[in-house]
């Protein structure tokens, strides 16, 4: 679902509090702690924020809706269904461009200026996680075109409960109640899918609705370990969290994982059946071209909403924002795909949502409550301390 564009979603969300918790970056790419502007500035960060939001709400819930679509009336290669989520990269090199222009220098993480790895390391780092992330989209499309999408759409929300788990043994993520309790709550929300008797009026058999619940479940885990791999090799290779090493990073490991892509699909001879599947799309051969490049193109506005987030507020909260988006998907697969909203379905919507807020007040309490009482315990202590003789 468009994974090599979320790579960078956690990237900055617990680096930043372990080593600097006042270090977050903005939307313009320079370094500032948390805004302390005007009402009139706020104001007008608010309203980006709000865009950001709509572009990134919208592009996930249109592009899935859309990937969901192309199955549906016809269409039957998962790399083209891969490939689509990939391969619209170029379209945020504009942004990129814009952003820099109107940016200023920024320093490395605390001001340091470590010594930089080489481009052997760093060109490793590109194709390995290009690599994972090709993976990662492969096994997310193949739980697509055998799911109906309101199912796909509550499973994929157990990418946090993931991320936390690779998390716990790779950046020291601590485990919380409130983490634990949103790992209960989704771990339950996907095995209540498992077991629903009804698969809606999406006809598939048993054995590949097996085959795509496990693929998503896959494709979630996988996502989980991107993101906080990513995370890793921002702490201990890369050693920077600039705008432009985090775009970098985004268009380098997009461009191994679309070529990996498009050798898959040539490789395992699905090219062969494109121009016969157009033919037979039942909507039509301009309907069929105008899902996938709509499909392409809504990943990328889903992507400018996420990076856009990530500069305005942090990566949590563009992780979170994306999370809190997918129980649309439901709703809306019910009036365009007839999907049954079952009651098993229900409640495993509101266990997700659940389990997402849960996640969602412990990251709150680490970022908000936890600086907010080490400031005031350091005012207490300083206006406790006596006064230094002259």
């Known amino acids: 679902m468009g994974e090599p564009q979320q790579v960078q979603l956690h990237i900055m969300s617990r680096t930043g509090e372990e080593e600097n918790s006042t270090e977050h970056i903005n939307a313009t790419g320079t370094g500032t702690g948390r805004p302390t502007s005007s009402q009139g500035s706020n104001y007008k960060r608010w309203l980006r924020m709000a865009i950001y939001t709509l572009f990134l709400i919208s592009g996930q819930t249109v592009a899935l809706l859309l990937g969901r679509l192309y199955y549906d009336k016809g269409g039957k290669s998962k790399w083209l269904g891969t490939l689509v989520q990939l391969v619209a990269f170029p379209l945020l090199l504009p942004y990129y461009i814009i952003i820099i222009m109107s940016s200023a220098p920024k320093n490395p993480i605390n001001g340091v200026h470590s010594k930089q790895p080489s481009t052997l390391i760093i060109s490793s780092v590109y194709v390995s996680l290009g690599l994972l992330v090709a993976g990662d989209c492969l096994l997310y499309s193949i739980g697509l075109m055998y799911l109906p999408v309101s199912t796909y759409s509550l499973i994929c929300s157990s990418q946090l409960p993931f991320n936390a788990f690779f998390s716990f043994f790779l950046n020291g993520q601590k485990f919380t109640p409130f983490i634990v309790n949103s790992l209960v709550l989704l771990t339950i929300s996907s095995i209540l899918l498992v077991v629903q008797t ?16 496990t693929c998503t479940i896959a494709a979630s885990a996988g996502y989980g370990l991107v993101l906080s791999l990513t995370q890793l090799a921002f702490r201990r290779v890369l050693k920077r969290e600039t705008f432009t090493v985090v775009m970098d990073l985004i268009v380098y490991q997009s461009l191994v994982a679309t070529s990996a892509t498009v050798v898959g ?35 990328q506005v889903f992507t400018i909403g996420c990076v856009g987030l990530i500069f305005e507020a ?27 909203l079952g009651a098993i379905k229900v409640i495993s919507m509101v266990l997700a949502i659940w389990g997402f807020l849960s996640y969602l007040y412990q990251q709150y309490l ?12 350091g005012n207490e202590d300083s206006n406790a301390s006596p006064p230094a003789p002259p």
């Open 314 to 340: 942090s990566s949590l909260f563009s992780n979170a924002i994306s999370v809190l988006g997918l129980p649309v998907i439901p709703v809306l697969a019910v009036i365009i795909f007839h999907d049954k």
């Open 366 to 377: 680490d970022d908000f409550m936890k600086p907010k009482a080490e400031d005031r315990n």
């Open 198 to 213: 009804e698969h809606s009026v999406f006809a598939v058999s048993k054995g590949k609705f097996v085959i795509g619940f």
């Open 265 to 299: 699909l040539f490789a395992s001879g699905e090219w062969r059946g494109l121009s016969t599947e157009m033919e037979e799309f039942e909507l039509g051969k301009v309907s069929y071209l105008m899902t996938l490049i709509w499909t392409a193109i809504m990943w």
